[in-house]
């Protein structure tokens, strides 16, 4: 059984810096794509990042590019999301996912089998 586990999220103050973690298990991990997602309070669930198996391909939502990097570490099982320059607009709740059976990333949430339950970053004006 896949099990996704994130930490790292806290209340920061605008221009303040977090880094995320997500923690895998249950299948090879260096054979997937991971990806983070985010949703705000009465909003859709919004792709933010993710990276090909390898980690030498990714890509960004146009709202996070030049602040946020996403990476992975496969002999940890682990994907992280470094945030830089934080903007009270990304208050979320930061979800890790990864597909069922690709090692290529998609954009939609439905495209993604297995979730970690989130974990909260607060942005303070």
């Known amino acids: 059984q896949v099990q996704l586990v994130e930490s790292g999220g806290g209340l920061v103050q605008a221009g303040g810096s977090l880094r995320l973690a997500c923690v895998a298990s249950?299948?090879?991990?260096?054979?997937?794509?991971m990806a983070w997602f985010r949703q705000a309070p009465g909003k859709e669930r919004e792709f933010v990042a993710a990276?090909?198996?390898?980690?030498?391909?990714?890509d960004y939502a146009d709202s996070v590019k030049g602040r946020f990097t996403i990476s992975r570490d496969n002999a940890k099982n682990t994907v992280y999301l470094q945030m830089n320059s934080l903007k009270p607009e990304d208050t979320a709740v930061y979800y890790c996912?990864?597909?069922?059976?690709?090692?290529?990333?998609?954009?939609?949430?439905?495209?993604?089998?297995?979730w970690g339950q989130g974990t909260q970053v607060t942005v303070s004006s």
């Open positions: 996912a990864t597909p069922r059976s690709s090692s290529s990333y998609a954009y939609r949430p439905h495209e993604y089998a297995y």
């Open positions: 249950g299948r090879t991990f260096s054979n997937y794509a």
């Open positions: 990276i090909m198996r390898s980690g030498r391909s990714s």
